[in-house]
């Protein structure tokens, strides 16, 4: 008997101008995947909200100002009001899942919010809505505001049943930190649909959080064959851990990111490029706050590579200090991580008197070669290689081949398959589906913000998996280590 197989698919659509238009690019994502058979959906962190990457909200250290609050608010204002509660980052749980919380009507008002049970601005009622229309079992990434705060969301859209669950982010990343507020562990409880007899338990870690190894174990715990990962981190690196988690968890793993291209767009009524230019957030280049410029002394220039590795620029001496700068060492760290010390300019006002200085460079093997030093303001060479990795350097580095200029910019190996930042792409997407075993069945989609990826799967291969690798089960040694969760009924949902 051939084996039953459902369709997993996923998509990168960016956020579009404002929430209605979001939707309705949903909705046409989710008609192109009924179009192609497809069952369950997957689609990105933040998606409809828009995610703030690379805006700061005139936030420093000990500071705010008015432009950040009004940006901040119109951030809030465009957050979406699915009727749900605080309730210690939870929510309302299964309260709000079974519509059993009382109207948010106001009284005497009369209009759509006189409905009875009428809860939200109906953004859970059209997510149902197209999920019934189209009989694709949607999960989406969102902003939702509840009382005085905003919760980076995923909800889980069943085309019979409508909203089953809902995750909110339990730990938010750097600086989202600033805009989100934190979910409640609960949350992570998974959810179960049936599809042509099969039944799928899934449940979603979303972006960072699947770096978290007890998060992915509360999930592992509860018997998911489907993983969700939902993210805003388009690094090569991702996919590694996509595999790593389809493998710990013998589960299908399917992940989303949006493909956002560097056209500033609008969210509501202001234009909001911030929202979406290149900015800091899991790896991608970093804007700089403005810092005070009262107290100005010399300060560190730096940025962040796509892989997250910091950068160290050159230092420009700030006004009015020309007569007492110094020599500084300069240098970038390449993808690896690996310092790389680069020429140093020298000195202003020191050319009567300068001081040698060890010019050097890390090959990718972790090896020091040094290139020159300066001598009385000669230049003289040097082969000396200070060995600091025990492997050799591959062939064809060198001194002639690996110098580099003071100032130039980072450059790293060409790779197959790894996006960079840039080329008309603030993020280039990599949404993907891996399998129990660790195989890439589709993507990853680089740069295309219009398609959907999907692969047909049998559920059979995560029982299969499980022959030799039960992370949830006796190998996980459960009657030597524990694992609680406050809040979360860890129990494994049954096959």
């Known amino acids: 008997m051939a084996p039953k197989t459902i369709r997993l698919g996923t998509a990168s659509p960016a956020t579009q101008a404002t929430t209605a238009q979001t939707l309705a690019k949903l909705e046409t994502i989710a008609r192109q995947a009924a179009s192609k058979d497809i069952d369950i959906l997957l689609l990105p962190e933040a998606f409809i909200g828009g995610y703030p990457r690379g805006t700061y909200f005139g936030c420093v250290i000990g500071s705010r100002s008015q432009e950040g609050r009004e940006e901040y608010l119109r951030y809030f204002q465009n957050a979406v009001d699915l009727g749900d509660t605080v309730g210690d980052g939870a929510g309302a749980g299964q309260a709000w899942v079974k519509r059993e919380l009382p109207s948010d009507a106001v009284p005497g008002y009369i209009g759509d919010s006189n409905v009875p049970n009428k809860r939200g601005d109906g953004t859970r009622e059209?997510?149902?809505?197209?999920?019934?229309?189209?009989?694709?079992?949607?999960?989406?990434?969102?902003?939702?505001?509840?009382?005085?705060?905003?919760?980076?969301?995923?909800?889980?859209?069943?085309?019979?049943?409508?909203?089953?669950?809902?995750?909110?982010?339990?730990?938010?990343?750097?600086?989202?930190?600033?805009?989100?507020?934190?979910?409640?562990?609960?949350?992570?409880?998974?959810?179960?649909?049936?599809?042509?007899?099969?039944?799928?338990?899934?449940?979603?870690?979303?972006?960072?959080?699947?770096?978290?190894?007890?998060?992915r174990q509360a999930i592992y715990a509860q018997n998911v064959n489907l993983y969700l990962a939902p993210t805003a981190d388009g690094r090569e690196a991702w996919l590694s851990l996509l595999r790593t988690t389809a493998i710990e968890g013998r589960c299908f793993v399917i992940s989303s990111n949006m493909c956002v291209r560097d056209t500033p767009t609008t969210n509501g009524d202001t234009t909001t490029a911030s929202i979406h230019r290149t900015g800091e957030t899991n790896g991608a280049p970093r804007d700089i706050s403005p810092l005070t410029q009262a107290n100005t002394h010399l300060r560190r220039r730096s940025g962040a590579t796509e892989d997250g590795n910091d950068i160290a620029l050159p230092c420009s001496p700030p006004p009015g200090l020309a007569s007492r700068s110094r020599g500084r060492r300069q240098s970038i760290f390449d993808e690896d991580g690996n310092e790389i010390v680069l020429p140093c300019s020298p000195p202003l006002r020191t050319a009567s008197r300068p001081r040698g200085r060890r010019q050097s460079v890390f090959d990718e093997?972790?090896?020091?070669?040094?290139?020159?030093?300066?001598?009385?303001?000669?230049?003289?060479?040097?082969?000396?290689?200070?060995p600091v990795a025990t492997a050799p350097a591959p062939p064809g580095v060198g001194l002639t081949t690996t110098t580099i200029p003071a100032?130039?910019?980072?450059?790293?190996?060409?790779?197959?398959?790894?996006?960079?930042?840039?080329?008309?792409?603030?993020?280039?997407?990599?949404?993907?589906?891996?399998?129990?075993?660790?195989?890439?069945?589709?993507?990853?989609?680089?740069?295309?913000?219009?398609?959907?990826?999907?692969?047909?799967?049998?559920?059979?291969?995560?029982?299969?998996?499980?022959?030799?690798?039960?992370?949830?089960?006796?190998?996980?040694?459960?009657?030597?280590?524990?694992?609680?969760?406050?809040?979360?009924?860890?129990?494994?949902?049954?096959?």
């Open 365 to 386: 093997d972790g090896n020091e070669i040094v290139l020159c030093a300066h001598e009385n303001g000669e230049k003289k060479s040097s082969a000396t290689k200070y």
């Open 407 to 495: 100032a130039a910019p980072l450059t790293t190996t060409a790779r197959k398959q790894v996006p960079k930042v840039g080329g008309g792409f603030t993020s280039r997407g990599g949404s993907a589906i891996v399998s129990p075993f660790g195989d890439v069945l589709a993507g990853p989609q680089w740069e295309d913000d219009e398609g959907i990826i999907y692969a047909d799967v049998d559920f059979d291969e995560c029982i299969r998996g499980r022959l030799d690798l039960d992370t949830a089960g006796s190998y996980s040694r459960n009657d030597s280590f524990k694992l609680e969760v406050r809040g979360l009924d860890l129990s494994p949902l049954p096959y």
């Open 126 to 215: 059209e997510l149902e809505r197209i999920a019934r229309e189209t009989q694709v079992f949607l999960i989406t990434g969102l902003i939702e505001k509840a009382g005085g705060s905003m919760y980076c969301s995923v909800v889980y859209v069943c085309p019979k049943l409508g909203i089953i669950g809902k995750r909110r982010k339990v730990m938010p990343t750097g600086t989202e930190r600033l805009v989100w507020a934190q979910g409640s562990p609960a949350t992570l409880r998974a959810v179960s649909t049936t599809i042509r007899g099969i039944r799928v338990n899934l449940a979603a870690a979303i972006c960072w959080e699947n770096y978290m190894p007890l998060v």
